[in-house]
């Protein structure tokens, strides 16, 4: 295989001359350009990316940790942050972790060891503590509220959109609301977050209308299985528009009211409301904050999309 000391050899220049020709570097005369273009196009050589990203300090390479390798809301992140990433002319590695300690901490090692120029953490187990010790490393941007602790994030407000959509249905004169949350609340911020609004807008302190750890279509439809068991339930409030069509495969809840979370095709297929909290902005967002020098927090603003009742 050709290396870059062969192109050095026969070409009669150092090495140093030829790696700024294979870098575009300005201060290299035409005639040594040419002449060693010439051999690296006879010899077909290709360059070691490794060794070349370590010259410059930059691989244009990030990489995203996500909860699980499928997942709509998941998705809808890695989507906008795909296509920032595609325009600034920048790599993407997805790294999955359904939420295993050990597993976040060894990428952040990767990270550590310059595998990457970045990282976007969509959502996670470790502390923010730990990963903000990776900061000397390289940028990390993260998903989620990160408080007081040195981390960049791109932030949706949960507590105004769910205090919100609580508010306008107890408005309407619903009283018996469902709802359905995913991760426990004492391993999520947001399912904490909104168990609490829910709890202080609707005054209810029980768990009857609560069904907890759903994620999936699947999830849904035994969700749905027990809130039919629910006489007086008026309403159900889902945390994803997959959950929620899951919801909907029960016949005995043809007359209640169904509402979604971030706009997906399944809310559109069966026209129910969704809140969307426009995640792929989330994804472009974040990728931005990556360059940025300083803390910052960007919080997107949310949508209520309300459709006729089915």
């Not at 035409?30 to 410059?56: H, V």
């Not at 490393?137 to 919100?164: F, N, Q």
Request: glycine content about 6%; overall charge neutral.
């Amino acid at each position: 295989m050709t290396t870059i000391r062969d192109i050095a050899k026969l070409s009669g220049y150092s090495v140093a001359t030829v790696s700024r020709v294979l870098n575009n570097h300005p201060y290299v005369s035409e005639e040594k350009r040419r002449k060693i273009l010439a051999l690296i196009k006879e010899l077909d050589y290709i360059p070691n990316i490794k060794a070349r990203n370590l010259s410059i300090g930059v691989s244009k390479h990030i990489a995203v940790m996500i909860p699980f390798a499928t997942h709509p809301c998941t998705d809808k992140i890695v989507s906008g942050i795909l296509s920032a990433a595609f325009e600034a002319g920048y790599k993407v590695t997805l790294l999955p972790t359904n939420y295993d300690p050990t597993i976040e901490k060894r990428y952040l090692d990767e990270l550590a060891a310059q595998a990457w120029d970045g990282m976007i953490i969509t959502s996670k187990k470790l502390s923010f503590e730990v990963i903000s010790s990776y900061l000397k490393y390289a940028p990390i941007v993260c998903c989620e509220e990160t408080g007081d602790y040195p981390l960049s994030c791109v932030a949706i407000d949960r507590r105004k959109s769910y205090h919100e959509l609580f508010t306008a249905l107890i408005e309407k004169g619903y009283r018996n609301i469902g709802l359905i949350v995913g991760r426990a609340a004492k391993d999520s911020a947001s399912t904490s977050i909104v168990l609490d609004t829910y709890r202080s807008v609707t005054g209810r302190k029980d768990d009857t209308y609560i069904v907890k750890n759903c994620r999936t279509f699947e999830d849904g439809v035994k969700a749905g299985d027990y809130f039919a068991t629910l006489k007086s339930l008026e309403v159900i409030v889902t945390n994803g528009d997959d959950v929620a069509a899951g919801v909907l495969q029960n016949d005995a809840l043809t007359s209640i009211d169904i509402i979604g979370e971030e706009n997906l095709l399944p809310s559109r297929l069966l026209n129910f409301s969704t809140v969307d909290h426009h995640l792929d902005q989330c994804g472009e967002a974040a990728f931005q904050l990556l360059f940025e020098k300083k803390k910052k927090t960007i919080t997107i603003p949310h949508t209520y999309i309300e459709r006729n009742k089915r």
